[in-house]
C-alpha cells in the first residue's frame, strides 16, 4: 500500500542530505504529493477558499473514508479562476471540508497548510526541483 502523503513528507524531511530528500520524493511520487507540494510552493497557485483554520471535524486517523490520492482532484475547485470559480463560494468550502473530513487528520492538516501557503518542514526548492522538474511555474 502507498504511504499517505504526510508520512512521505515526514520521511523526506528525517533524510540529512539532499539526494536522500529527493530519492524519498521520488519512490513515493503521486499526483497528490505533487499537488500539495505545488500548491504550497508554487506563489502562482492562488486559492479560492478563506485563509485560517476552517471549521471541520476531522476524520479518526484509524477510520478515515477517502484518502489524498483520491481526494486530490478536487483541488481544481479551490484554485482562482479554475473550474470552482463558479461555483457558489459555499458549495466550494463544502467541498473542502469534505476532503478535510474525509482523509486522514494529518494529510488534512497538510491540505490547510497548503491553501494558507505555509512551508513543508525539511522541503526546498532545490530538493523539489531536482525531484520534479518543471512542477513549480514561479
Same mark, same amino acid.
Do not use: C
Given at each position: 500500500?502507498?504511504?499517505?502523503?504526510?508520512? #512521505?513528507?515526514?520521511?523526506?524531511a528525517?533524510q540529512r542530505?539532499?539526494?536522500?530528500?529527493?530519492?524519498v520524493l =521520488?519512490?513515493?511520487?503521486?499526483?497528490a504529493? =505533487?499537488?500539495?507540494?505545488?500548491g504550497?510552493m508554487?506563489s502562482?497557485?492562488?486559492w479560492?477558499l478563506p485563509?485560517?483554520?476552517?471549521?471541520y471535524t476531522?476524520a479518526p486517523?484509524?477510520a478515515?473514508p477517502?484518502?489524498?490520492?483520491?481526494?486530490?482532484?478536487n483541488?481544481?475547485?479551490?484554485?482562482k479562476g479554475?473550474?470552482?470559480?463558479s461555483?457558489?463560494?459555499?458549495?466550494?468550502e463544502?467541498i473542502?471540508i469534505?476532503i478535510?473530513e474525509?482523509?486522514h487528520?494529518?494529510?488534512a492538516?497538510?491540505?490547510?497548510?497548503?491553501?494558507? =501557503?505555509?512551508k513543508?518542514?525539511g522541503?526546498?526548492?532545490? #530538493? #523539489?526541483?531536482?525531484?520534479?522538474?518543471?512542477?513549480?511555474?514561479?
Amino acid at each position: 500500500m502507498k504511504q499517505y502523503v504526510f508520512e #512521505v513528507l515526514e520521511e523526506m524531511a528525517k533524510q540529512r542530505n539532499k539526494n536522500d530528500k529527493v530519492r524519498v520524493l =521520488k519512490e513515493n511520487e503521486t499526483w497528490a504529493l =505533487k499537488d500539495i507540494i505545488r500548491g504550497t510552493m508554487d506563489s502562482t497557485i492562488q486559492w479560492s477558499l478563506p485563509e485560517g483554520q476552517p471549521p471541520y471535524t476531522p476524520a479518526p486517523a484509524h477510520a478515515h473514508p477517502a484518502n489524498l490520492t483520491q481526494q486530490n482532484k478536487n483541488f481544481k475547485y479551490f484554485l482562482k479562476g479554475g473550474s470552482g470559480e463558479s461555483m457558489p463560494k459555499y458549495k466550494r468550502e463544502q467541498i473542502f471540508i469534505g476532503i478535510l473530513e474525509g482523509v486522514h487528520p494529518e494529510d488534512a492538516k497538510l491540505v490547510i497548510n497548503m491553501i494558507n =501557503k505555509k512551508k513543508i518542514p525539511g522541503i526546498s526548492r532545490p #530538493v #523539489v526541483e531536482e525531484a520534479f522538474p518543471n512542477l513549480l511555474e514561479d
